[in-house]
């Protein structure tokens, strides 16, 4: 067990100078409504997830911060020894109402400006896309946003600064659910391949031409090498990408796997796909997919949303269906 500090000081505290960074980042998992909170000496990280079949976590650096406070907890009976803080839950969608609070337009995201074919970025906007998104000299926004927690059973609490306006929320926390990350066994890996991440986005964008259910992810060593296929009510297409280095920039698949998703799900990664530079496929040889997307911040810095998603159950007739319940069903988009 962990007790409180004696000083009741709290036991976290950040300042940031940029409240749409935290919201851009936080809204790429903002798929769900909940989310667990951890903090840790090296940042905040939250974490949600869909009928345990999809995860979003996204890892607010401390450098995001211009000042990272952590007091460790003590641990009951040893005064001497730290105990990590406890996790807890919060509604996601109410800390995103609040941190837009002062009002946090969107902006055009970094493939907005298309080339008239397929796949092309104009090159005014090929570069520092998702840096101008969090700009705040583009955006006029000088405000301070305030992140605080005085310790187990207390809101997590922020305040914003803006113009002389100064609007004070507390989130209710509570005891999170049992949640646990779906596991990608990184010495099993059966593809990892790297790419930036506006082809990916462009191929599932059109790939919805077809309300797609599905979605199917191949990988070879040899031709075609990486497919993304779809399969709807209306029809199906399929989208094949070449070994091409200046298009996969990293391609390592030992052999031929082929794993099916539900398109729903990894539509709700789009966000993501949209705002970061890179993005890093890699698939275990269970079928879990990890989608881990690089984001670049203001002032040169990176940050990294991570979704993870189980494939269908590779059974004919029932077994498909299974999953299909487990899953739920689709979200509108």
């Known amino acids: 067990m962990a007790s409180m500090n004696d000083d009741n000081t709290p036991i976290f505290s950040a300042v940031s100078s940029s409240a749409r960074q935290l919201f851009q980042l936080l809204r790429c998992i903002s798929f769900a409504t909940k989310a667990q909170v951890q903090i840790t000496k090296d940042g905040l990280r939250f974490a949600a997830e869909e009928s345990r079949v999809m995860q979003g976590l996204a890892f607010l650096d401390k450098a995001l911060f211009t000042t990272y406070t952590y007091t460790p907890m003590h641990s009951e009976g040893n005064e001497e020894e730290d105990a990590e803080i406890p996790a807890f839950q919060i509604s996601l969608s109410s800390l995103l109402e609040t941190l837009q609070i002062f009002g946090i337009n969107d ?5 907005s400006a298309r080339d008239p074919t397929y796949g092309g970025v104009s090159g005014s906007m090929s570069r520092g896309g998702s840096a101008a998104a ?8 000088t405000g301070v946003c305030r992140l605080s927690y005085a310790g187990i059973g207390e809101p997590l609490c922020i305040i914003l ?18 949640q646990t990350d779906i596991p ?9 391949i790297i790419m930036r991440a506006s082809w990916l986005y462009d191929a599932i964008t059109e790939l919805s031409s077809t309300s797609p259910t599905r979605l199917t992810i191949v990988a070879s060593p040899t031709a075609p090498y990486f497919t993304l296929s779809s399969t709807g009510p209306l029809g199906s297409a399929t ?10 920039e990293t391609f390592q698949v030992p052999r031929r796997t082929v794993n099916t998703y539900k398109y729903s799900l990894i539509k709700g990664a789009s966000r993501a796909m949209s705002m970061a530079s890179k ?8 079928g879990v997919l990890s ?7 203001e002032g040169g810095g990176v940050s990294f949303v991570d ?15 299974e999953v299909d319940d487990e899953a739920g069903t689709d979200r509108d988009e």
Do not use: H
């Open 107 to 111: 902006v055009k995201d970094r493939w």
């Open 134 to 141: 969090f700009d705040n000299r583009v955006l006029g926004m």
């Open 161 to 178: 600064e803006e113009t002389g306006v100064t609007t004070t929320c507390e989130l209710v926390t509570y005891e999170p659910e049992l």
């Open 184 to 192: 990608l066994q990184r010495d099993a890996l059966a593809q990892k």
């Open 239 to 248: 989208v094949e990408f070449s070994k091409d280095p200046q298009l996969l």
């Open 279 to 286: 993005v890093s496929i890699r698939g275990d040889e269970q």
């Open 291 to 297: 989608l881990q997307f690089m984001i670049e911040v």
């Open 307 to 321: 979704f993870r998603f189980v494939a269908f159950v590779s059974e004919e007739g029932e077994g498909d269906e």
